[in-house]
């Protein structure tokens, strides 16, 4: 039969189109194209050159090693948890059949790949799981290799007992290979069972596609359009808010406050330009912008020039139509005082800057500065000390000859104590009078936003708009992350076992090590018809490009791992196998009058095998040798005295107790009582090293 499936499959791919791709309907793309040119590409620029270092360069090494290891314990559980499958959750089925497709991705090397794209569509509703599909384009050097292992694959799951196959079922008209699970037990919604778990495997002429949930809508396009050789990430900003409506199908009130009810997409590219990297974000109307998106792209008025103080971060500088402010602000439910709106607002400009600066010595809170641009200095100065109660007056101060004041605010850090200041037509405000005192000693002659030395303006169609300037300095950004924002990030980390990142700080290059390899960066914008684009060209791109890559290692990769998910299977497993370790344990009671002295006297007794215990791929099992040789390896420490835990997650006197602390702050903790349950024990207990129990 599967020889005979292979055949037909072979003989279709025969006759399709050499070019042939299936494209799925998706809310979110994600994509790399072009990959080979990438890789050529990449050691001629300045991001390159870095990772080329041999600090970055083993830093790299030893994430890949680490997020090899995570994939390899979280499939080691596939395998147990398969026959038992229909018993589990219907949202652990749906993603325990993404994981088995995907098991092919994992061992595919990059070199091979042309393009891989990442198709995400959201759950209309609570009985529609959401649609993973994973798409890849290999070389043709490849294809052979990649179709066996492709092939090999399908036929274990086809043949593991577990996934139902659905021989007559195609995929945008071509046969593939279509797979469901059990019917899951006791799964209802709205009073109708809910579709079993489904997953679906698709191969076209260099292109594979992977995917977990029933086979959605998808075209076959014979000759697609070439693209450049890049990343980017494209949102359907319509199919997007249509699947988070209200149950009237009213788009969320807060979503046409932001404008995004007008917006048809949004898409983010970044691409390889010479030395250095382009990165653009490109917004596409479904008609005239509204909300905040339109106040932010509707604006008039002069950019407000401010200088900004040592150790400056980044700057935003926008004309902004504050016309629309105040519906804004009540759709967003932000309060403001009346006063501010109907006193100050029509002082404003709709001119102004934004900065942020690195901590002062001995902080941690980003120093924060705004400048704005009024039509009339003096009506500013009396409409806000109308609008300052005398109760948040602190005492006036005076810095470069201007007049300022400063505000004590309760209950808020000692850090962020506000001040500000009417001068030059401009308000100047500061999170700290120090820091306000820095950003008005910064304004010197002809200085009129953050210094970007001669970091170019991006290339591109369409004129810059002069109501948009933002600018950073990535050497200044990863020498504050690194010292300050870093060390407070890993304190927070050391609390959340199953958030640990690839990366830690002492694998990543020193500030030192970084900065010849960094540089300043300016971006613009542009209008081109119903679209605009915000360009940055950079060492490292433009801000988003450049925070991703400074934190995905030490802090975003965490995600990876997946805790929520390793736990649930985990969690799975741990209640067959305190199952098995009840009934031995209550068969050693009914014949000798009390529980055993260890694991092993049950081992002895051919009541458990020595490793029945034991989840794939522990870290560090509990390990007893016994005097036949044997070895007893087990994942919960046992108790022959039961302990108790008391917890208002759960409580009872414990036998067995799970050693490894929960990998996510949700998940509970295996336990076996000695009455046999499994109390759901969460919290902080969860989390207690093992040798803290029976303390």
Known sequence: MLRHRAAVVLALLGSLPAQA????????????????????????????????????????????VRYRALVQRRNALLGPLRPVLA???????????????????????????????LAFTPPTDLATPPRHVLTFQCTPRAEGRLTARFERLANELRQSGVWRPADNE???????????????EASEHNGEPMAPAALWLLHTPGQFALAGGEPGPGTLVEQPTPRPAGASLEFDVPALLQASANPDGTVDPVAVALGLDAVQRVAWSARIAGELLLEEVELINLRAPSGLIGAMLGGTADLPAQALPKGALLQLRVAADLAQLPAILEALEV?????????????????????????????VIPRLFATLGLRSAEAAATALAELVPPTLLGRPVTY?????????????????????????GRLWLAESPRSLRDLLAAQTDGATAMDTADAPLPPGEGEPLPTFDLRFDEAAIYRTLYDVWLP??????????????????????????????????????????????VQHLGRLGGPLLCGYAMTWGPITSASIAEPWFYDSMRGALARLQLEAAWTALSKWKDQHGSFPPDLGALVKAGLLQPDQLLV????????????????????????????????????GRMLLIGIEVQQSPFSQRPMLADDGTQPQVWGNTANQPIDEFGK
């Open 400 to 424: 470069s000859g201007v007049r300022c004041t400063t505000l004590k605010l309760p209950d808020v850090p000692a850090g962020l104590q506000p001040a500000f200041a009417v001068h030059d």
């Open 488 to 533: 407070l990030y890993a304190l927070t980390a050391a609390t959340q076992p199953g958030m640990k990142a690839l990366l830690e700080r002492a694998d990543l290059p020193t500030p030192d090590e970084a900065s010849p390899h960094l540089g300043r960066t300016r971006g613009v914008l542009r209008r081109r018809g119903d679209h605009h684009v």
């Open 616 to 651: 794939p791929a522990d870290p560090a099992p509990d390990v007893l040798k016994l005097d036949d040789g044997r070895v007893v390896r087990s994942s919960y420490r046992y108790f022959r005295e039961p302990v108790a835990v008391n917890a208002a997650e759960g409580s």
């Open 335 to 363: 309060p403001l005082p009346p006063e501010a709106l109907t006193g100050l607002l029509p002082h404003l400009t709709g001119g102004i800057a934004l900065g942020t600066a690195a901590p002062a010595t001995g902080g």
């Open 87 to 117: 018993e589990q959750p219907v949202w652990l089925q749906s993603s325990f059949a993404e994981k088995e497709a995907w098991r092919f991705w994992q061992e595919v090397d990059w070199s091979d790949l042309r393009s891989v794209e």
């Open 170 to 184: 195609k995929i945008a008209g071509v046969p593939g290979h279509v797979l469901r699970g059990p019917q899951p």
């Open 21 to 64: 791709t299936f494209v799925p309907e998706a809310s979110i793309r994600l994509r790399v194209d072009g990959l080979t040119e990438l890789f050529a590409a990449l050691p001629a620029t300045h991001i390159g050159r870095l990772l080329g270092e041999p600090v970055a360069h083993a830093a790299l090494q030893q994430a890949l």
